[in-house]
Structure formats: structure tokens, C-alpha cells
């Protein structure tokens, strides 16, 4: 499960600097990077699908045509998961994702039948996971963990501060140039390591505290592997701690790289 990690300050990440235990928590947050229900994907060439059909008298799922070939540009939106036999009578089963046509879709050939709105298509893992074979756009979630920020107060520095939550956004894929990018809006928990110097608290020591974080931004990367992103976000501390950074905002900016489990 891909975990984006943000940093303040660049220069951490070619420093090699050792993310926070409490990122580690991140891994028990799903994400969509499999998850294709309800996203739109548009084919940049020509794709040979498996064509299927409802029967509406059983509701089951037949193939209608066998193996077409869909015309570049068609677009199909994602229904679920599936494993289905495989066509023409090759051994085994192919594990993949449904697609409904939401509108009439042109096959390869001219003057060929169109595949209709409302016929299904299925497209294999290993079609899926194919590099420049179609844009996607749709709702996408995950795990952000932000071990440093840049805090944006008074008293602005940056300073480490375990921000784990989940994330919210849509998301947009090109496949053609190598970029993904989209806006999120994310809320967690943080370990937000208190100074003396950073609260008005008399005769205070070096803690750590509980906080609640918001905030939102964008994540993207290139070619798959290098990572971006940046968010604005406020941490909320219990106002007993008297913490100058409490309630005002902090900024992340791209680390170049991500931990995945």
C-alpha cells in the first residue's frame, strides 16, 4: 500500500532521514491504487476487451461477444473486481475489473458493431497494470503520514511532528506523459513533540502531546516512482499545553520518494 511522505525541507529527503515510527501506523489504511469502481478510464489505443452482457430475465453476466477490439478513445466506468472464465476455451480463470460503456463505444473495425451503452467489458490485471494503455480519473483515497513541517506562525521554523490520517480526493491520471496528480483533503492524529520554548506553560519541560490534524493539498507523481506533493495544514492541541503552534498552519512540501509496505 503506497504511503505518501512529505517533507518540509527537500534536502531530508537526499539526507536519508529515517521517517517516524508512528508512520507505521499508515499501513493499516486502505487505499484505491486497485480499487477502480466508479472511475472513468479512456483506452489510448486500440485494446482488445471481453465483451459481456446482463441477461435481465437472470441477471447473470455471459460473454456477448468473445474478445473484441475496442477503438482508441473509448471510455469506459469501473463496476467491481471479477474473476471469469477464461474465452475460448483457454484453461483456468482471468482475475480483472468490469467496466460499463455509458454511452455507444466504436470498435476497431469500421462499419463494426458498437459496443451499447450499458454492455460490460473486462479487462485482465495484467491489462490493467499496462503502461500507456489508458487515462484514469476518479475518487482516490489512502494514507498520508507527514513526519515534518514547516510551521507558518510567529515563531515560524520547521520541526518533525508525526501526522498520520487518511486522505480524500480525485484524482487524475496521464498516462501518455507519466503524471498523476491530485487534490486531496486529509485529517489524522499526530505526536507533536513540545519544546519549552514552545508554550507559555510555567517552569515547562520537553514533551509530547496529542493532536488533532486537517488540512489539504495535492499528491502526484512521475512515471509511477518519483513522488510530489504539498499540503497546508493546523494541528489542535488541548489548550492546557498552551502551545504557540496550536491552531495555526504549517506547510509540507515534496520529498521525491515514498514507503510502501
Same mark, same amino acid.
Not at 506533493?229 to 515514498?258: C, M, T
Given at each position: 500500500?503506497?504511503?505518501?511522505? +512529505? !517533507?518540509?525541507?527537500?534536502?531530508?529527503?537526499?539526507?536519508?532521514?529515517?521517517?517516524? =515510527? /508512528?508512520?507505521?501506523?499508515?499501513?493499516?489504511?486502505?487505499?484505491?491504487?486497485?480499487?477502480?469502481?466508479? &472511475?472513468? #478510464?479512456?483506452?489510448?489505443? %486500440?485494446?482488445?476487451? *471481453?465483451? +459481456?452482457?446482463?441477461?435481465?430475465?437472470?441477471?447473470?453476466?455471459?460473454?456477448?461477444?468473445?474478445?473484441?477490439? $475496442?477503438?482508441?478513445?473509448?471510455?469506459?466506468?469501473? #463496476?467491481?473486481?471479477?474473476? *471469469?472464465?477464461?474465452?475460448?476455451?483457454?484453461?483456468?480463470?482471468?482475475? @480483472?475489473?468490469?467496466?460499463?460503456?455509458? %454511452?455507444?463505444?466504436?470498435?476497431?473495425?469500421?462499419?463494426?458493431?458498437?459496443?451499447?451503452?450499458? &454492455?460490460?467489458?473486462?479487462?485482465? !490485471?495484467?491489462?490493467?497494470?499496462?503502461?500507456?494503455?489508458?487515462?484514469?480519473?476518479?475518487?482516490?483515497?489512502? $494514507?498520508? $503520514?507527514?513526519?515534518?513541517?514547516?510551521?507558518?506562525?510567529? /515563531?515560524?521554523?520547521?520541526?518533525?511532528?508525526?501526522?498520520?490520517?487518511?486522505?480524500?480526493?480525485?484524482?487524475?491520471?496521464?498516462?501518455?506523459?507519466?503524471? !498523476?496528480?491530485?487534490? #486531496?483533503?486529509?485529517? @489524522?492524529? !499526530?505526536?507533536?513533540?513540545?519544546?519549552?520554548?514552545?508554550?507559555?506553560?510555567?517552569? =515547562?519541560? &520537553?514533551?509530547?502531546?496529542?493532536?488533532?490534524?486537517?488540512?489539504?493539498?495535492?499528491?502526484?507523481? *512521475? %512515471?509511477?516512482?518519483?513522488?510530489?506533493? $504539498?499540503?497546508?495544514?493546523? &494541528? /489542535?492541541?488541548?489548550?492546557?499545553?498552551?502551545?504557540?503552534?496550536?491552531?495555526?498552519?504549517?506547510?509540507?512540501? *515534496?520529498?521525491?520518494?515514498?514507503?510502501?509496505?
Amino acid at each position: 500500500m503506497p504511503k505518501r511522505i +512529505l !517533507s518540509a525541507a527537500l534536502a531530508a529527503s537526499i539526507l536519508g532521514v529515517t521517517v517516524p =515510527a /508512528h508512520a507505521q501506523q499508515a499501513q493499516a489504511i486502505p487505499d484505491s491504487a486497485n480499487n477502480y469502481e466508479g &472511475d472513468t #478510464i479512456a483506452f489510448l489505443r %486500440k485494446t482488445d476487451v *471481453i465483451l +459481456l452482457q446482463t441477461d435481465n430475465s437472470t441477471g447473470k453476466i455471459t460473454q456477448k461477444a468473445g474478445t473484441v477490439c $475496442a477503438a482508441k478513445g473509448a471510455s469506459f466506468r469501473g #463496476i467491481s473486481t471479477a474473476i *471469469i472464465t477464461q474465452p475460448g476455451g483457454a484453461a483456468g480463470a482471468a482475475t @480483472g475489473e468490469l467496466f460499463v460503456a455509458t %454511452k455507444d463505444e466504436p470498435l476497431c473495425a469500421a462499419g463494426a458493431p458498437t459496443i451499447s451503452e450499458g &454492455d460490460q467489458i473486462f479487462l485482465t !490485471s495484467d491489462q490493467l497494470n499496462t503502461d500507456e494503455l489508458y487515462t484514469r480519473r476518479g475518487i482516490t483515497f489512502g $494514507a498520508l $503520514a507527514v513526519p515534518f513541517k514547516y510551521e507558518l506562525g510567529a /515563531h515560524q521554523k520547521m520541526k518533525p511532528s508525526a501526522t498520520v490520517g487518511p486522505y480524500l480526493g480525485y484524482k487524475f491520471d496521464d498516462a501518455v506523459a507519466g503524471l !498523476s496528480i491530485a487534490p #486531496i483533503v486529509f485529517f @489524522g492524529a !499526530s505526536d507533536i513533540p513540545i519544546s519549552k520554548s514552545e508554550t507559555t506553560v510555567a517552569n =515547562a519541560t &520537553d514533551t509530547n502531546a496529542f493532536g488533532l490534524s486537517g488540512g489539504a493539498g495535492f499528491i502526484g507523481s *512521475i %512515471k509511477k516512482s518519483f513522488h510530489m506533493g $504539498a499540503v497546508i495544514g493546523w &494541528d /489542535h492541541v488541548d489548550r492546557s499545553q498552551q502551545y504557540l503552534y496550536s491552531n495555526k498552519p504549517w506547510l509540507a512540501v *515534496i520529498f521525491g520518494w515514498s514507503i510502501q509496505n
